[in-house]
């Protein structure tokens, strides 16, 4: 699943996947964009995470110089978990202007998890993104999946782009680092610990960022993570193991859905646990899963259900209610851990 070509790949408008062209053309490219428009949109996914945020927030701060004006835009509800990011207050929660000339989404899979890219002006959308599954949507493509995090592709073409690095920007940055490696526990390689290093050199405080991560979970959340825990399902003598987020937990708990985004980790961080999903009841006809393996291809595993991500963390959005998703999944987990493709070996992912 992890492509093998240079660190970083510059994918061509519709071939969908990223050509083994090194990054610099592609930075060169982003350069003239940024001089042609005043104009910025900064866009992240639903329920962005960290490193959705904190790349948004510090490529934000660090086009200031360059731009008139630079709105950062996710869709509602505004992620108030992540309210300690520097920069959080220019964040607007609503659905995205596409009177910009220039567009740039940052941790977007694909097209359908921007909603609204259709009504931006032709050539406009630069796609940032370090997901193995990036479908290649954007006019220019700056996409390394062998980065752990967005963030790092932030860091390599704000390096390129020869902008300063202020200690806000290197928090906002290594903050995503640390989200989406786990607080460099998985998808961590040399390279992420060296840009860590770097980012801590340039003013990023290790030790609060942690302390903010992992340190100050609000109560509504560890409520919300009791009552799925207490529902969790294990099968096949422990190698699967499930739980649910209901409409009526959310509201018992007084949580928001994205304050779910730990108890997938928690559900593989079960002894003998092969595969995990979370699934959330995201509408009567909506559900969406949460997938962590690392025996199966996780990425490839919601791929079937139209979702995607990376080797051993991915989800999917499934047009069904949860009973029926529930059903669904829980039968395609016992084939995959049938013939699981081994993936013990190998680079991070
Ligand atoms: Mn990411």
Same mark, same amino acid.
């Given at each position: 699943?992890?492509?093998?070509?240079? *660190?970083?790949?510059?994918?061509?408008?519709?071939?969908?996947?990223?050509?083994?062209?090194?990054?610099?053309?592609?930075?060169? %490219?982003? $350069?003239?964009?940024?001089? *042609?428009? %005043?104009?910025?949109?900064?866009?992240?996914?639903?329920?962005?995470?960290?490193?959705?945020?904190? $790349?948004?927030?510090?490529?934000?701060?660090?086009?200031?110089?360059?731009?008139?004006?630079?709105?950062?835009?996710? !869709?509602? !509800?505004?992620?108030?978990?992540?309210?300690?990011?520097?920069?959080?207050?220019?964040?607007?929660?609503?659905?995205?202007?596409?009177?910009?000339?220039?567009?740039?989404?940052?941790?977007?899979?694909?097209? /359908? %998890?921007?909603?609204?890219? /259709?009504?931006? =002006?032709?050539?406009?959308?630069?796609?940032?993104?370090?997901?193995?599954?990036? #479908?290649?949507?954007?006019?220019?493509? @700056?996409?390394? !999946? /062998?980065?752990?995090? *967005?963030?790092?592709?932030?860091?390599?073409?704000?390096?390129?782009?020869? +902008?300063?690095? $202020?200690?806000?920007?290197?928090?906002?940055?290594?903050?995503?680092?640390?989200?989406?490696?786990?607080?460099? %526990?998985? $998808?961590?390689?040399?390279?992420?610990?060296?840009?860590?290093?770097?980012?801590?050199? @340039?003013?990023?405080?290790?030790?609060?960022? &942690?302390?903010?991560?992992?340190?100050?979970?609000?109560?509504? #959340?560890?409520?919300?993570?009791?009552?799925?825990?207490?529902?969790?399902?294990?099968?096949?003598?422990?190698?699967?193991?499930?739980?649910?987020?209901?409409?009526?937990?959310?509201?018992?708990?007084?949580?928001?859905?994205?304050?779910?985004?730990?108890? !997938?980790?928690?559900?593989?961080?079960?002894?003998?646990?092969?595969?995990?999903?979370?699934?959330? =009841?995201?509408?009567?006809?909506? #559900?969406?899963?949460?997938?962590?393996?690392?025996?199966?291809?996780?990425?490839?595993?919601? &791929?079937?259900?139209?979702?995607?991500?990376?080797?051993?963390?991915?989800? &999917?959005?499934?047009? +069904?209610?949860?009973?029926? &998703?529930?059903?669904?999944?829980?039968?395609?987990?016992?084939?995959?851990?049938?013939?699981?493709?081994?993936?013990? #070996?190998?680079?991070?992912?």
């Amino acid at each position: 699943m992890l492509r093998t070509t240079p *660190a970083l790949g510059v994918v061509l408008p519709g071939d969908g996947n990223p050509s083994p062209e090194p990054l610099d053309p592609g930075i060169a %490219r982003l $350069s003239r964009l940024l001089d *042609a428009a %005043r104009d910025v949109l900064l866009v992240g996914h639903p329920d962005p995470d960290v490193d959705c945020l904190g $790349s948004c927030l510090a490529l934000a701060e660090a086009l200031e110089g360059c731009a008139e004006r630079v709105q950062v835009v996710v !869709p509602p !509800p505004a992620p108030v978990l992540y309210s300690w990011l520097p920069g959080f207050e220019r964040l607007q929660a609503a659905p995205f202007p596409c009177d910009f000339p220039l567009v740039i989404c940052l941790d977007v899979v694909g097209r /359908e %998890r921007a909603a609204g890219l /259709e009504g931006v =002006q032709p050539g406009a959308v630069v796609n940032i993104d370090h997901h193995a599954s990036n #479908t290649g949507f954007g006019d220019l493509n @700056l996409v390394d !999946p /062998e980065a752990s995090a *967005a963030a790092q592709v932030c860091l390599r073409i704000l390096d390129g782009l020869g +902008l300063p690095i $202020s200690p806000t920007i290197a928090t906002d940055l290594y903050a995503g680092l640390v989200g989406d490696t786990g607080g460099f %526990r998985h $998808s961590t390689s040399a390279r992420t610990l060296a840009d860590g290093a770097r980012l801590a050199a @340039l003013g990023a405080d290790p030790v609060a960022v &942690a302390a903010r991560s992992y340190a100050s979970i609000p109560e509504t #959340t560890l409520r919300l993570v009791g009552l799925c825990l207490a529902g969790l399902r294990s099968e096949l003598e422990g190698r699967l193991v499930w739980a649910v987020v209901t409409a009526g937990m959310l509201r018992r708990s007084g949580a928001e859905m994205p304050e779910a985004d730990r108890v !997938p980790d928690l559900l593989k961080s079960i002894a003998g646990s092969e595969l995990a999903v979370l699934f959330r =009841q995201v509408g009567p006809r909506r #559900t969406r899963i949460s997938v962590r393996s690392d025996l199966v291809d996780a990425g490839r595993f919601c &791929a079937g259900f139209g979702g995607g991500g990376h080797r051993r963390a991915a989800g &999917a959005e499934i047009s +069904l209610p949860l009973t029926l &998703a529930v059903r669904l999944v829980r039968e395609a987990a016992e084939r995959a851990l049938a013939r699981p493709l081994l993936l013990r #070996t190998g680079p991070p992912g």
